[in-house]
């Protein structure tokens, strides 16, 4: 499968971002910092729409397509807490918070979800809406449940939420790992 090649151009700035992301942990609903970095990012690559506070730390963005005519809307969610683990490793961009680390992989998730965000914001080549969804409390604060009680998915009219998973067990054809999974349809409340 060929890679697109403006994704391969945006490779070291999502390096970038995991790194920054890797060096300031954050746990639960505490993710202040890494919020107001998702907000600055999406705000810079032209999202449409861009909502913080929800779920108390989270942050969507929303990026419509050039044609819109199908009526999809899609989800892309990440989560943005770490652990209250101490890192042990030389990493140059090693946490810099004693006792807390992004041990689980989060600061990847979401450095690749604004890897798509940019390019998605930048090319719109789809018919439909897709949003970004930046989660904080995955590790034991209830996933995703206080944005969704905050009215994510009625606003948004969601249809399908994607995550990424931290282990893909399936591969496609090309060897390429189906690490997609969908998230339990959530049906759009119509206000
Ligand atoms: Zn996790």
């Known amino acids: 499968?060929?890679?697109?090649?403006?994704?391969?151009?945006?490779?070291?700035?999502?390096t970038a971002w995991h790194r920054e992301l890797h060096q300031h942990p954050e746990l639960l609903f505490e993710t202040h910092r890494t919020s107001a970095f998702m907000a600055e990012k999406l705000?810079?690559?032209?999202?449409?729409?861009?909502?913080?506070?929800?779920?108390?730390?989270?942050?969507?963005g929303v990026i419509h397509g050039r044609q819109r005519s199908s009526g999809r809307v899609?989800?892309?969610?990440?989560?943005?807490?770490?652990?209250?683990?101490?890192?042990?490793?030389?990493?140059?961009?090693a946490?810099?918070?004693?006792?807390?680390?992004?041990?689980?992989?989060?600061?990847?998730?979401?450095?690749?979800?604004?890897?798509a965000a940019k390019y998605l914001?930048?090319?719109?080549?789809?018919?439909?809406?897709?949003?970004?969804?930046?989660?904080p409390a995955e590790e034991g604060g209830g996933d995703g449940r206080e944005m969704c009680e905050d009215g994510l998915t009625?606003?948004?009219?969601?249809r399908t939420i994607y995550r990424k998973s931290p282990r893909p067990k399936r591969r496609n054809r090309h060897g390429?790992?189906?690490?997609?999974?969908?998230?339990?349809?959530?049906?759009?409340?119509?206000?």
């Open 121 to 135: 914001a930048e090319t719109r080549n789809f018919d439909g809406t897709v949003v970004v969804i930046f989660q």
């Open 43 to 60: 705000r810079a690559f032209g999202c449409d729409e861009i909502r913080t506070g929800l779920g108390r730390t989270g942050v969507v």
């Open 176 to 191: 390429i790992a189906r690490d997609l999974r969908r998230i339990q349809p959530v049906r759009a409340q119509a206000r």
């Open 154 to 158: 009625t606003h948004d009219r969601q």
């Open 95 to 115: 946490s810099q918070h004693e006792g807390l680390m992004h041990a689980c992989g989060h600061d990847g998730h979401t450095a690749m979800l604004l890897g």
């Open 1 to 14: 499968m060929p890679v697109i090649s403006r994704l391969v151009e945006l490779h070291p700035a999502i």
């Open 74 to 93: 899609i989800g892309l969610r990440a989560d943005m807490d770490a652990l209250p683990v101490v890192e042990t490793t030389d990493l140059p961009y």
